[in-house]
Nanobody
Framework: QVHVVESGGGLVQAGGSLRLSCAAS????????MGWYRQAPGKQRELVAS???????KYGDSVKGRFTISRDYAQNTVYLQMNSLKPEDTAVYYC????????????????WGQGTQVTVSS
């Protein structure tokens, strides 16, 4: 079983900062990519940022220049530094890890966390 656990959400005023953390653990042999998505009420889940191993970082257009994703590859941990937060950043933020459960697996699986609430007040 693979566990993906987020932390660091909360309530912040517009213009403030928050740092989210996410760790993947359990029966996961290799992690190829980790990332953050968010879902606001009544909206679809959208990409915030992703960081594949050895690949290019991707950011959603609405967060470019304000959010920064980073990884600790040894600990299968990913961070999201969120600066200059806006009320429209309010959402549940989900972390995912894309990887393989064992050495003989030929496909990647996507493992999701339970989400952490980020609320930005105006």
């Amino acid at each position: 079983q693979v566990h993906v656990v987020e932390s660091g959400g909360g309530l912040v005023q517009a213009g403030g900062s928050l740092r989210l953390s996410c760790a993947a653990s359990g029966n996961i042999f290799s992690v190829n990519s980790m990332g953050w998505y968010r879902q606001a009420p009544g909206k679809q889940r959208e990409l915030v940022a992703s960081l594949p191993s050895g690949g290019a970082t991707k950011y959603g257009d609405s967060v470019k220049g304000r959010f920064t994703i980073s990884r600790d590859y040894a600990q299968n941990t990913v961070y999201l530094q969120m600066n200059s937060l806006k009320p429209e950043d309010t959402a549940v933020y989900y972390c995912n890890a894309v990887g393989r459960p064992n050495s003989w697996s030929t496909i990647d699986y996507i493992y999701w966390g339970q989400g952490t609430q980020v609320t930005v007040s105006s």
